[in-house]
């Protein structure tokens, strides 16, 4: 999978991180955060965009991606 345009995360990567994660489908930032608990990695409210003062959208930022880069290698040991 290519990073986008804004150096986006393609959708595909959250569809498949939902099956691999057993964590039901949502918005990318609800995924991050269901894939982190799930693993007991702790998701802040840096890891996405939510709860700046624009609102943000469904942007996970570099700190939600450092998390669940963590969460994949738990998975993938577990």
């Not at 964590?23 to 269901?34: E, I, T």
């Not at 890891?47 to 963590?70: F, K, M, Y």
Request: proline share 5%.
């Amino acid at each position: 999978m290519k990073v986008g345009i804004g150096s986006s995360l393609p959708a595909e990567l959250f569809d498949r991180l939902t099956r691999f994660a057993g964590v039901d489908s949502g918005p990318m930032p609800v995924v991050g955060q269901r894939v982190a608990e799930t693993t007991g990695l702790t998701w802040t409210d840096e890891c996405d965009s939510r709860h700046t003062a624009s609102g943000g959208g469904s942007t996970i930022t570099l700190p939600g991606l450092h998390v669940l880069i963590e969460a994949v290698k738990e998975l993938s040991d577990s």
